[in-house]
């Protein structure tokens, strides 16, 4: 547009200003004017948008508009309109100064780059927000994939500011990168891990959120709250906040009790030390004593005469124990906890249940316990634990056993 036509240029030169002032001032007065312009115009878009997308939202049935509304999505769309505007005007106002509207156009384009990435997080962000209130991907580490969609939108985004900022096309751009591709693994090398073990991960199913992970070598030992592109968080059981590299899921070992979890029942899986000495063959005396065992006593019966059927047909002399079959004490004891855990009501009794006879160490005999608690929740698990055995080592002397322990000063002294 030809200066004479501006109508303020024009007051200027009649109020006597020169020539070259005049073009200054006409230039800052109409900048001030389409400001004024562009704010108003911004302010009523906001207003008109985000009125029209509340209207909308508390008409809808799903809850993802008012996620966009949340995440200003609307607010962020309303700035383009006086972004156009001022990028259309900017001839006007600059039209005796190129290299300034040059300058101005670069800044309104590289707010145009840094407003589509606003936009486009609002909209990434909403997406994450909506996809944890689906119950099928609460457990999945959305925050990884969206961090790694925002990664490429800013990298994006860089490359456009540069080719503005520089002149440069940005195809020649991209070439010159491609050829820094070197430098650029090297200082992006942990996101670039975290990125690839994210995939893995997810692929994998190795972990969810709220899984229960042991990580020794990081200190974890708790639930899973948070999975991102570069980090793992774990709250462990004393509400610490253990942070792990998400590359360390695939490069080290760590243990997942989700397979726990989701089962029928969480393994009981002690032994507890017989002294050797205390172990020996029962006399009939001793065997009828055991009787009064309600738990063992039909079992007791039964085996006695099969015994004594099978020492009497084969003419076994039983002036010594040793000779032909015989009930231990250590073997019937074996029995009793085998029917003691069956008949405890918080195990679960369509799972293993076994009581073994480990090899013999320096520290006695080891009877383990092998079972599953139908309740997994930690706090009543350690209490059928601890509930199983404190009868079991009560129960161990009616058998004339001993549990072994390393001596004491007690033991010097008696």
């Known amino acids: 547009m030809n200066k004479s036509t501006h109508f303020i240029y024009n007051l200027l030169i009649k109020a006597g200003i020169t020539e070259t002032s005049a073009q200054y001032l006409n230039m800052i007065a109409l900048l001030v004017i389409v400001l004024l312009i562009i704010y108003i115009i911004d302010y009523i878009a906001r207003r008109v948008l985000i009125r029209v997308s509340s209207i909308i939202a508390g008409k809808s049935k799903t809850n993802f508009d008012d996620i966009l509304i949340t995440n200003k999505v609307p607010r ?61 991907l609460k457990d999945k580490p959305i925050d990884s994939y969206i961090q790694v969609f925002m990664i490429f939108a800013w990298v994006a985004g860089f490359m456009f500011f540069f080719a503005i900022i520089t002149g440069i096309s940005i195809w020649k751009f991209i070439t010159t990168l491609g050829a820094a591709s070197a430098v650029i693994i090297l200082v992006f090398r942990d996101t670039i891990m975290g990125f690839v073990a994210s995939i893995q991960v997810s692929v994998n199913d190795m972990v969810r959120i709220g899984d229960w992970i042991t990580f020794e070598k990081y200190g974890a030992d708790g639930d899973v709250t948070e999975i991102t592109l570069a980090t793992v968080k774990v709250q462990n059981f004393d509400n610490t906040i253990t942070t792990i590299p998400t590359y360390a899921l695939i490069s080290d070992s760590f243990k997942n009790w989700r397979g726990m979890t989701n089962s029928d029942g969480r393994r009981i899986k002690r032994a507890m030390n017989i002294k050797m000495d205390s172990i020996k063959f029962l006399t009939d005396n001793e065997i009828i004593k055991l009787k009064g065992i309600q738990l063992i006593s039909e079992y007791l019966e ?106 004491n000063n007690s033991s010097f002294k008696s």
């Open 302 to 407: 039964m085996r006695q005469e099969k015994i004594k059927s099978y020492n009497s047909k084969n003419t076994i002399d039983k002036k010594l124990l040793l000779n032909g079959r015989n009930l231990t004490n250590i073997g019937v004891f074996r029995k009793y906890a085998e029917e003691y855990i069956n008949n405890h009501s918080a195990i679960n009794k369509d799972m293993m249940i076994m009581v073994r006879q480990l090899a013999p160490t320096t520290q006695g005999l080891p009877i383990e316990i092998y079972a599953f608690s139908a309740d997994k929740r930690w706090e009543n698990y350690e209490y059928v634990m601890a509930d199983i055995f404190d009868h079991l080592l009560a129960a161990v002397r009616y058998f004339d056993l001993e549990i072994f322990e390393l001596p």
């Open 76 to 136: 962020n769309i309303a700035h383009i309109i006086p972004l156009s505007i001022a990028l259309n005007f900017l001839p006007i106002i600059f039209s005796d100064f190129l290299y300034l509207e040059n300058i101005a156009k670069k800044i309104i384009q590289v707010f145009g780059i840094i407003l589509i990435l606003w936009i486009v997080r609002s909209v990434l962000n909403t997406l994450k927000d909506f996809f944890k209130t689906l119950p099928r």
